[in-house]
Structure formats: C-alpha cells, structure tokens
C-alpha cells in the first residue's frame, strides 16, 4: 500500500500554541485532521475522538481548552495530552487520538495521511 503525503500550508502561518485543521480525500465525507504547535514541537492528529468516533472541536482550528495546556473534545469533555494524543481525563482512558506522521521540509508542513 502507498503512503499518501499533503502540504497544510507554512509553519510561520501557525503561531505557538496554534491549531489548523486540514482534511483529505474526495469521498463525500473528507477525512480530517488537525497540527498543533507548541514552541518547535509540531504534532499532527485525525480529527476523530477515540470515545465518540465524531470531530473534537466545534469551531474551525479550536482544538485546545482555554489553558491551552490539553486537546479537548467537545463532545463530553476528553482531554488528550498534546505531545502523544492520550487521554488524560474523560470517558476514554487508555485510548488516544491517531496521530499522523508530520515534518517541515522549507518551511512547509507535510503531513502522511496513510
Ligand atoms: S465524543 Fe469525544 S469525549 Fe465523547
């Protein structure tokens, strides 16, 4: 099976702690994902809660809460630790988000999307 790879546009377009939400394919439901940075760490995610199987946020690019500290789901409150995707308080523990393989060749964000 091939790996499939997309641009998600310039890392100096994604301000630390910023979230961008991007999505795949040309089924009638796109696939979707979403890249937080934090300082010079760069972490991708599908865009698919462990818990409910549903998208985590509600508004476009909102992943994380207030804080800025957690992923948050809006569906019944899961929060998932940044660095790796796993749960740390909700509905879901000992699960985590999918995470995508993610680099910057020349300032631009590739993310393998399977
Ligand atoms: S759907 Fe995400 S916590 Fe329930």
Redesign the pocket.
């Known amino acids: 099976m091939s790996s499939v790879t997309i641009c998600v546009g310039n890392l100096a377009d994604l301000p630390d702690l910023g979230c961008r939400e991007f999505s795949w394919g040309d089924t009638p439901v796109p696939h979707r994902g979403f890249l937080v940075r934090r300082g010079s760490d760069l972490v991708a995610y599908r865009n698919l ?1 462990p ?2 199987g ?1 998208p ?1 946020n509600w508004q476009q690019d909102k992943f994380l809460d207030r804080g800025k500290r957690v992923i948050l ?1 809006t ?4 929060e998932f630790e940044i660095a790796t995707g796993e749960c740390l308080r ?3 523990p000992g699960q985590s988000l999918a995470a995508l393989p993610v680099r910057v060749v020349e300032g631009l964000i590739y993310v393998d999307v399977g």
């Open positions: 809660c818990h409910g549903r985590l789901c569906g019944h409150g899961a909700g509905p879901c």
